[in-house]
């Protein structure tokens, strides 16, 4: 298919004289022999060919067949660190099966599949897709379905995103506590768009105490029996959220925009996790709750262990991920078997509200799954202090997670699970091996996409000082092409922070660096975005990670070199944060790399790549020490720490005999 994609791009540019001057580099013998053809007497296009390749190919085209075609003859030159990864390309490229190069030099290949028409090929397999090769919808088998997504380099689909975006942009929403399916009232407050707080997107009621008092009552009672739902329905429940998630995508990615200030590929990327939640923890319900595991044991007696609900869990979920974390908390607590009061983050109701009445309608029953907005310090306290919530799952600050867990070790009664996943001071190490190019646009990523404002963002580089000079002029480059502004605009790379009084926090710390460190690079900020919460990006070099004393949330990186010799040190130093969420290794030396695993503790490790986007059930993603309890989202190991174990010996002797020994026959093999 390439092969045809390629003669199709050749014959249009060879056609259109006007507009183009074809230049061909080939060293396919069929390839070179259809441009010939294509080409007729025209010289008005060349064809290239690599110094010390192709030569006798050019030369029996032109001699023996009397074609003349214009040559170029090129050769890479520049220094090592430019060469080694283009030669490292062209060793890949000419050492695949399908090369026509790796072909030629096989003594045994038939000269009929050498120079094999490409249409011909494509003739005989009628398009038909590589076995072996999923489509994007079905990467995970017959598991389950991957979420459905949106190819922003097509224009028909950014087309039809635009029109089905466009008519929820200028629509009121509202949210209230839902309290077995109704809707409560109270005093509204408005909830404002980030990027321009004129921007009115909706109201909020946030619950009181006898809406929580309600909801906890409701939530007990309904609590066991929804455990002794069998697992499978539970799980054919929340396939259902994930269908009406992705029906309703385009008004939840709207609402993600406009409420919580997402860019359109962020708010993309939220619609298609929560989905993947929905859909893991279904697979994970049916597998692990669905019926008892038989353990092995003396004849004459049956032991078993089977996972069940806790009772009631509290869900309180963060606004940097206001749609994909909330879902996920509550779709595991839902899958295990729990009740569920979900408390969504103050700045991003609307969005939870939506959400939980589209769970409402895929079957989750109402007196199960309540919604409970409000203060932190009013609704979160109530939630964590009453002894009827068995479980608390969250997402936030590490101070946020201690204060919880204090209150949940003073109660009374029994001692309840918190899983929590806090901040982290995520580091990443480049060393000189490392391919300017690629390590740019992952740090790029890594730190400033959804304006910094991720868990898993890159707040501080570990720098080699011998690429350092040239890494950073490149990186303030690629700073520098960063565009600020409106998150609803295809074009934006950086949207606002989520309010003011983060950008607030954001610039105190700027000023902070302006005095004890170097600044590197800043994203031109645009005219006209004061009515929005926005913070240029910004990279400084600093001294070290130490006088960082808590996580900066936002799109600032901080920049450490290092010498050749001090990488045990650098590990020693992110581990003495006491952090342990991600880190990046950017280092093309497999034993570098090795012994940085062996030696960070931390519980999500990136190489190569840039250090966010955790895909659920592919990258589990959790963390450790000052970042969190554990277990991993989206992991195998997830559900089962909202679920307590029981374990049933029954001695089947007792009621008149083992009925697997009185079945062997002589030879010991069951009878039918």
């Known amino acids: 298919m390439t092969d045809v994609s390629y003669l199709a791009c050749a014959r249009t540019m060879i056609d259109d004289q006007r507009s183009f001057y074809p230049q061909f580099a080939t060293h396919n013998a069929h390839t070179l022999a259809a441009i010939a053809i294509l080409g007729g007497r025209r010289s008005d296009f060349e064809c290239q060919r690599l110094h010390g390749m192709g030569e006798m190919l050019y030369d029996a085209l032109g001699h023996e067949h009397d074609v003349e075609l214009t040559c170029r003859v090129y050769a890479p030159v520049g220094s090592h660190e430019d060469l080694l990864p283009y030669l490292v390309r062209r060793l890949l490229e000419n050492g695949a099966n399908t090369s026509f190069v790796n072909q ?38 017959e598991v389950r379905l991957n979420s459905q997504g949106v190819d922003l380099s097509d224009s028909e689909a950014l087309v039809a995103l635009g029109k089905d975006m466009a008519a929820d942009v200028d629509r009121i929403w509202t949210s209230a506590p839902l309290v077995d399916g109704k809707t ?8 404002t768009n980030p990027s321009d707080r004129n921007d009115v997107v909706g109201t909020a009621i946030d619950a009181d105490e006898a809406s929580v008092e309600l909801a906890l009552t409701l939530a007990a009672e309904a609590g066991h029996a929804w455990d002794r739902t069998p697992a499978t329905e539970r799980a054919d429940i929340l396939d259902r959220v994930a269908d009406l998630f992705e029906e309703q995508s385009t008004t939840l990615m709207t609402l993600a925009v406009r409420e919580a200030g997402k860019t359109i590929s962020d708010a993309i990327a939220e619609v298609r996790e929560a989905v993947d939640f929905c859909r893991y923890y279904a697979v994970r319900a049916r597998l692990d709750f669905a ?25 309180i979920s963060p606004w940097n991920f206001t749609l994909a974390i909330f879902t996920g908390q509550v779709a595991a607590a839902l899958a295990a078997g729990n009740a ?19 769970m409402h309608q895929a079957g989750v029953p109402t007196n199960v799954l309540h919604l409970l907005p409000g203060a932190g310090e009013v609704v979160g306290a109530a939630l964590v202090d009453d002894a009827r919530v068995a479980g608390v799952v969250m997402t936030g600050s590490t101070e946020t997670a201690r204060r919880i867990n204090q209150s949940l070790a003073s109660r009374a009664g029994p001692i309840v699970p918190l899983i929590a996943e806090t901040g982290g001071q995520n580091a990443m190490s480049a060393d000189s091996s490392v391919h300017p190019e690629q390590l740019v646009g992952d740090i790029v990523r890594s730190a400033f996409t959804s304006a910094g404002q ?30 600020v502004g409106d998150p609803s605009l295809l074009n934006t790379d ?9 950008r607030d926090g954001l ?16 994203t031109p900020m645009p005219e006209g975005l004061d009515a929005g919460a926005f913070f240029a990006p910004r990279a400084y070099a600093i001294p070290g990670i130490e006088i960082l004393e808590r996580e900066v949330f936002g799109p600032i990186l901080h920049i450490v070199r290092f010498g050749a010799g001090e990488l045990d040190t650098v590990i020693d130093k992110i581990n003495a944060t006491g952090y342990g969420l991600t880190l990046g290794i950017h280092s093309r030396i497999d ?19 840039n250090m966010i986007g955790a895909v659920v059930g592919v990258q589990p993603f959790g963390g450790e020490g000052l970042s969190g309890t554990g277990p991993k989202a989206g992991g195998p190991s997830y559900l089962k720490r909202f679920a307590t174990e029981r374990t049933v010996s029954d001695n089947i002797a007792a009621v008149g005999g083992n009925p697997v020994l009185l079945s062997l026959d002589e030879e010991g093999q069951a009878e039918a």
């Open 104 to 141: 030629l030099a096989d003594p045994n290949a038939p000269i009929e599949e050498l120079v094999a028409d490409p249409t011909d090929t494509m003739r005989t397999t009628m398009g038909q897709r590589h076995a072996q090769i999923p489509l994007p919808r079905n990467l995970f088998g």
């Open 184 to 191: 409560g009232s109270g005093n509204a407050r408005a909830v």
């Open 291 to 315: 019926a008892p595991e038989e353990l092995a044991g003396p004849t004459g007696e049956r032991n078993a262990i089977s996972l069940h609900g806790r009772g009631t869990f509290a869900c």
């Open 340 to 358: 569920v009061l979900a408390k969504p983050a103050e700045q991003t109701p609307l969005i939870a509200h939506f959400a939980v009445t589209l």
């Open 454 to 483: 991720r868990c898993s963002a890159l707040r501080v580089l570990f720098l080699q000082e011998e690429i350092s000079d040239r890494v950073v002029k490149m990186l303030r480059g690629a700073m520098a092409e960063l565009r």
């Open 494 to 502: 950086i949207g606002p922070v989520i309010d003011n009084d983060a």
């Open 507 to 522: 610039i105190a710390h700027a000023e902070r660096m302006q005095r004890d460190a170097e600044l590197l690079a800043e």
């Open 591 to 609: 034993e570098t790399a090795k012994h940085i695993r062996a030696r960070a503790r931390v519980d999500n490790i990136y190489v190569n790549r």
